[in-house]
């Protein structure tokens, strides 16, 4: 696979152009941001850790019936997806009460949910991708309520998949974030899947293995990544 001209950088990752127009190149930075890219860093080998275990999560998925852009691994830090639309809602679920959550309602972490609870946020850096509803979404254009009925059944679903392979790895699914883009006409997964967009917690000690420890200063940051790759890949 030709790699072209780069075509988008994020805060974490690189798209590039292949040969294909259908197909991009994913490459996985090391760099590390957080609140609204005010606090910067670097976390050694992020990207390959990430790269790791985004791979492995956006098969289990597909091997569960939720259709995904990643097409296979090319390298340490790149993978091979289809090229797709990014839909500017991003969803959050959450299982336990933690960050933005807490904050929010006022209510401490660690609370486990009777139920888990889905928001959605504009994408939009410039007002700090505020909390948005479904009447906001039809409002903005974002996108169809078709589409939005999947967004919800997918995320629903792949909380319960990842939610129950988390757990027989030893881990709590506290929440995560998702992204979701169009693609030749179909609604598919996108982005990644790993300890930059999930908050991860050992399931008997609730230490966090996720970048909350670069968020907060917690230190061991490079352990709590390695941690959570070495217990999916066992």
């Known amino acids: 696979m030709k790699k072209g001209k780069k075509i988008y950088e994020g805060k974490a990752k690189i798209l590039y152009e292949t040969d294909k127009p259908d197909l991009v190149i994913q490459d996985f930075k090391d760099d590390a941001t957080a609140f609204d890219a005010t606090k910067k860093g670097s976390i050694k080998d ?87 509803n479904d009447d906001h979404i039809e409002l903005l254009g974002l996108a169809t309520a078709k589409e939005m009925k999947k967004v919800k059944d997918y995320s629903s679903s792949i909380n319960e998949i990842l939610k ?29 899947i790993s300890p930059d967009t999930c908050r991860l917690w050992d399931k008997k000690t609730n230490e966090k293995l996720d970048k909350d420890r670069f968020r907060r200063d917690l230190g061991k940051i490079e352990e709590a990544y390695q941690e959570v790759l070495k217990r999916i890949k066992s």
């Open 46 to 132: 992020k990207g390959v850790i990430n790269n790791e275990i985004s791979c492995a999560l956006f098969q289990l998925l597909e091997s569960k019936g939720i259709p995904t852009h990643f097409v296979k691994k090319l390298s340490d830090r790149e993978m091979l997806v289809k090229k797709v639309d990014i839909i500017l809602v991003e969803v959050t679920m959450r299982n336990i009460s933690a960050g933005g959550l807490s904050k929010l309602l006022g209510i401490e972490e660690g609370i486990v949910l009777k139920s888990p609870v889905l928001e959605y946020h504009y994408k939009k850096d410039s007002l700090h991708d505020p909390l948005i």
């Open 164 to 192: 129950d392979f988390f757990n027989k790895c030893g881990l709590k699914l506290v929440d995560f974030k998702l992204e979701f883009g169009r693609h030749k006409g179909r609604l598919l997964l996108a982005d990644e």
